[in-house]
């Protein structure tokens, strides 16, 4: 059973920084994508960053870009987003997400079929 649980959220002011962590467990593949998305109350889910196991290629949202950072240590089977400058925009739940399926690639949310339960992120003015 494949499970993904972040940790890492919390009350930041803006300007701070944090870094999320995705812990996975249950799987053993060698070709997936994993990624970070985010809700916020009344919007939409969205990718904020993604990467691809086979090739560590990553994509970002717009909004992130510059600011976000996403890797991995395969060894811990972890994923993380460092969230540096921080704005009160970036405030949402977070979730960390897979999907196993052999060539599937990008940060659409519908293309990912496991996910985490999500930690908060609020960043204060």
């Known amino acids: 059973e494949v499970q993904l649980v972040e940790s890492g959220g919390g009350l930041v002011q803006a300007g701070g920084s944090l870094r999320l962590s995705c812990a996975a467990s249950g799987f053993i593949a060698d070709d997936y994508v994993i990624g970070w998305f985010r809700q916020a109350p009344g919007k939409e889910r969205e990718g904020v960053a993604c990467?691809?196991?086979?090739?560590?290629?990553?994509t970002y949202a717009d909004s992130v870009k510059g600011r976000f950072t996403i890797s991995r240590d395969n060894a811990k089977k972890a994923v993380y987003l460092q969230m540096n400058s921080l704005k009160p925009e970036d405030t949402a739940v977070y979730y960390c997400a897979t999907d196993l399926d052999i060539g599937v690639w990008g940060c659409s949310s519908r293309l990912y079929d496991y996910w985490g339960l999500g930690t908060q992120v609020t960043v204060s003015s």
């Open positions: 990467m691809a196991s086979e090739d560590s290629r990553t």
